[in-house]
């Protein structure tokens, strides 16, 4: 029998561990242009915290972080429950891993994001608002747009990294590909080719985002002229 | 946390008295992979530049399946799944390494840091300046000469920044080695937290160890370009 009767199990955890990634890069996206505001921004305060944020969380293995988050948000929301007399909430390990995974990865994005904007030239911004844009319409139109063109290998390479390590979130308990190819294999002594299989769905994955990436960077590099050599 | 600490500090930093644990064997397995990893990236580097195709082409495949797929992924392959294999586990060699937790672990750490550590040596060989290798070739240095004098000193030179990067990765990338029941610094915070049940300041004094180790080798490496790199630096204007 194909996959020795796993098969819709196996399909399921993909379709979870693809989920957890795309959410987990949205989220990790959004908190990563904040990042890199705040850390070009002019008041201290704001962007201290900022590089705190992404320091401490780049010196600190995802794993680490991930456990220390997931396990000391539950205990505060236990400690909580417990104060109000209400029933104790257990945090679901999916959002538990898009909020994790998002947070620490907006760290790696924010550093990411801070590199492009600055590489953005001043020339157009100015035009931009010579021409009476509001702030909002000189990022959307301008900065964001050329922001994007110095991003995309970084982000190409933060996205990779962050969709091996949903790898890790089978650890904290949720039902991904890992985990219920673990499963499988200790349920019908075949670890070895399900621990292949694992393998090989992740590298078809990094495959299809090395195609998509190459596609996104032609369609950003639109009018910039590479020099030839 | 300073009751944790206080209880547990010598097995996040060496021993739980009968063996080595926590620091000391993160530490350990680092040192072990990296230069093993190293070792034998530098010459997969020439290979993966290599014009012969049969050369770079399984380089190439290597470096893809490892760099493509979850370390952590590698390590259940290793641990678990190669050892359910009744050739491997009736094969008396493989037998006696496999079995080891702590073989497996510096096995895959070894193998994927190698596969980075290749790619990166092989960009820094490729952005060598051709008049350098030209000049080379013009006071009729051999093949093994030229990589030896020219090529791979400024190619390792240029590839610092990269290879600090990936020391870090690496360091993060132990914490994973719990999953071959080795007695690292994760294992230990783990231990400590099914013991007392306080999760945040047993995973936090981990973290805090790790955040230590990251910082001092940032300074090393920091070190290291001011000494090898400083011709690369920016001139400042006058």
């Known amino acids: ?229 | 946390m300073m009751e944790l600490v206080s209880e547990y500090w010598r097995a996040y930093l060496y021993t739980d008295g009968h063996r080595l644990t926590g620091l000391a064997i993160t530490l350990w397995m680092l040192v072990l992979s990296l230069s093993i990893g190293f070792c034998a990236a530098v010459p997969l580097g020439i290979a993966r530049v290599s014009k012969n195709r049969w050369i770079s082409t399984p380089v190439r495949a290597y470096t893809y399946v490892f760099r493509g797929t979850p370390m952590y992924v590698q390590l259940l392959f290793i641990y678990s799944g190669l050892y359910s294999l009744e050739i491997v586990r009736e094969t008396e060699l493989l037998n006696l390494f496999f079995r080891v937790g702590f073989n497996c672990a510096i096995l895959t750490f070894a193998l994927n840091t190698c596969a980075y550590t290749t790619e990166i040596i092989a960009g820094a060989i490729r952005a060598t300046p051709n008049g350098e290798v030209e000049a080379g070739r013009a006071c009729g240095m051999s093949e093994f000469t030229l990589y030896r004098r020219v090529i791979l000193p400024g190619a390792l030179r240029r590839a610092l920044p990269a290879l600090s990067n990936e020391v870090i990765f690496m360091l993060h990338g132990t914490s994973v080695a719990f999953a071959a029941t080795v007695p690292d610094l994760l294992k230990i915070a783990r231990d400590a937290n099914a013991d007392t049940f306080r999760s945040f300041e047993a995973f936090g004094f981990a973290g805090l160890l790790y955040l230590t180790v990251t910082f001092l080798l940032v300074w090393l490496f920091r070190k290291a370009e001011q000494r090898w790199l400083s011709h690369l630096k920016p001139h400042k204007a006058h």
């Open chain 1, 1 to 229: 029998m194909l996959l020795y009767g796993y098969g819709p199990q196996i399909l399921e955890g993909v379709k979870v561990t693809l989920a957890l990634s795309l959410s987990a890069l949205a989220l990790s996206f959004l908190i990563g242009l904040l990042g890199a505001a705040a850390k070009l921004s002019p008041n201290r305060l704001l962007s201290g915290v900022a590089t705190a944020y992404t320091t401490l969380i780049r010196g600190v293995p995802d794993l680490v972080s991930m456990l220390v988050l997931f396990y000391g948000f539950q205990m505060l929301l236990n400690d909580f429950t417990e104060a109000q007399g209400w029933e104790q909430i257990m945090i679901d390990p999916f959002a538990a891993g898009v909020m994790t995974l998002g947070f620490i990865y907006g760290a790696y994005f924010s550093e990411t994001f801070r590199g492009a904007f600055l590489a953005v030239p001043k020339g157009p911004i100015e035009a931009g608002f010579a021409f009476g844009m509001t702030r909002w319409q000189v990022f959307r139109r301008i900065l964001f747009p050329q922001m994007m063109r110095y991003a995309l290998p970084g982000i190409g390479n933060n996205w990779q990294v962050l969709m091996k390590s949903t790898a890790l979130v089978s650890i904290i308990g949720l039902n991904d590909l890992v985990r219920i190819a673990d499963q499988a294999g200790k349920a019908t002594y075949q670890v070895f080719f399900f621990t292949a299989l694992t393998g090989l769905i992740y590298l078809g994955i990094t495959t299809v985002s090395i195609i998509v990436l190459q596609r996104l960077e032609r369609r950003y590099a639109t009018g910039a002229r590479m020099a030839e050599l």
